[in-house]
């Protein structure tokens, strides 16, 4: 597959399994991700094996934080390995690509943490690049379903919404 079509292909794949997952109905094809009536969460994943780093749309640090108001937003860093390579996978792989997905790893990080980071302006940007050495505070650890939450601690909203799986 070719690299932009397996980008989308597993955002969507992501989206739909961690909604299914946090136990979210939730058929919006745009917006932030994923919507309960208290928290919102954008994910952003990586592929381990190319880079650690996450590239956040800039628009939608302010985008998001306006057309939600009330809710508890976050941003969710994803990290996993898939069992195949990406030139190997198949449109027919594309109806179940969460199954090739292994070793998840993710991040819950406050909404607001990107604000004052600096934005890039590549052709296809503008961008904040986000790397894990700088995330923020420290985190409560849960191993859930094979995948490792990284939760920021005494945040109880998000607790609860990741407690419901």
Same mark, same amino acid.
């Given at each position: 597959m070719e690299s932009e079509a397996y980008r989308s292909a597993i955002d969507r794949? !992501?989206?739909k399994y961690f909604r299914g997952f946090f136990g979210v109905e939730d058929n919006r094809t745009h917006g932030i991700d994923i919507l309960d009536p208290v928290v919102g969460i954008e994910i952003k994943?990586?592929?381990r094996k190319y880079n650690t780093n996450w590239r956040v749309h800039h628009y939608q640090f302010n985008d998001y934080k306006e057309e939600y108001p009330g809710w508890k937003? !976050?941003?969710m860093f994803v990290l996993y390995d898939l069992t195949k390579e990406v030139k190997e996978v198949s449109d027919q792989d594309e109806k179940n690509l969460i199954k090739l997905v292994r070793n998840v790893e993710?991040?819950?990080?406050?909404?607001d943490w990107i604000?004052?980071?600096p934005v890039n302006y590549p052709k296809s940007g503008p961008f904040v690049y986000i790397g894990r050495k700088h995330f923020p505070g420290k985190f409560k650890t849960l191993a859930i379903k094979e995948?490792?939450?990284y939760l920021p601690e005494k945040c109880k909203a998000l607790e609860e919404l990741v407690n419901h799986h």
């Open positions: 794949a !992501f989206k994943s990586r592929l937003l !976050f941003w993710a991040w819950f990080i406050n909404w604000k004052n980071k995948h490792i939450l």
